[in-house]
């Protein structure tokens, strides 16, 4: 069975930076793709950036150049460093993987953009 735990959720000022991470407990073996998704209250949930596991990235239109996913080598982390923040970026932002046969999402955690 496999957990994920994201972490880094808070309230920051327009503009600011955050960086959430999320890690993969458990048995993962073979190609997969981690992701961050997120959804605001009302609104339904969105992609916002996936990696595979051989490194390939895509982002959300609403995000390219000021997010970025990274996943380093040897561990099942996962990264969302995000830049120039913006109210409408205020959500729950969920960490998923995924496997060819399955899927895992973690609890959410909560970023809130406002002065």
């Known amino acids: 069975q496999v957990h994920l735990v994201e972490s880094g959720g808070t309230l920051v000022q327009p503009g600011g930076s955050l960086t959430l991470s999320c890690t993969a407990s458990?048995?993962?073996?073979?190609?997969?793709?981690m992701g961050w998704y997120r959804q605001a209250p009302g609104k339904e949930r969105e992609r916002v950036a996936t990696i595979t596991s051989t490194r390939t990235s895509v982002y959300a239109d609403f995000v390219k150049g000021r997010f970025t996913i990274s996943r380093p080598y040897a561990d099942n982390t996962v990264y969302l460093q995000m830049n120039n923040l913006k109210p409408e970026d205020t959500a729950v932002y969920y960490c998923?993987?995924?496997?060819?046969?399955?899927?895992?999402w973690g609890q959410g955690t909560q970023v809130t953009v406002s002065s």
């Open positions: 998923k993987l995924q496997t060819p046969d399955d899927e895992w």
């Open positions: 458990g048995s993962i073996l073979g190609f997969n793709v």
